[in-house]
């Protein structure tokens, strides 16, 4: 008897195979068939992000990491020539190259301001000083 139950369920283990078999249809049939060339240029990509990715880091940054970076800032001369390194540097993190440039941006401003400002209004105290 129990050769007889094995014996069907080595039958139906082989049926089952040859109708899997069938049903899967050939790779020129299937659209998402595996090729050889969008394999390589996907694995481009990839490594082309991944090598991108080491370079600018995305993590977010410490507290020491944010202390460092403004203690370093506050430099006279140093923290100036900081702002360009890190605001337009290749490597380094993403959020401090975000706040130089943003930074780099305000102070412009600031000084398009001062400028206006000065060209407008420094004449007038010019003027007044002469006076007295």
């Known amino acids: 008897m129990d050769e ?3 014996k069907n369920v080595d039958d139906m283990i082989e049926a089952g195979e040859e109708a899997a078999n069938d049903t899967q249809p050939d790779e020129s049939e299937n659209k998402f068939a595996y ?24 993590s977010p940054m410490d507290l020491k990491d944010w202390v ?8 006279p001369c140093v923290g100036i020539v900081m702002y360009f390194v890190w605001a ?7 959020n ?5 440039r943003a930074q ?9 301001i001062y400028l206006v400002f000065f060209l407008l209004f420094g004449s007038v105290l010019t003027r007044t000083v002469i006076y007295y």
Request: hydrophobic share 30%.
């Open 4 to 6: 007889y139950n094995n």
């Open 96 to 100: 401090r190259r975000n706040f130089c």
């Open 104 to 112: 780099l941006i305000i102070f412009g401003v600031l000084l398009v």
């Open 88 to 94: 337009f540097g290749d490597k380094g993190n993403i």
């Open 35 to 58: 090729h050889d060339n969008h394999y390589e240029e996907n694995q481009r990509n990839t490594q082309d992000y991944t090598e991108q990715n080491s370079q600018n880091e995305t």
């Open 68 to 75: 460092l970076t403004l203690v370093v800032l506050m430099i």
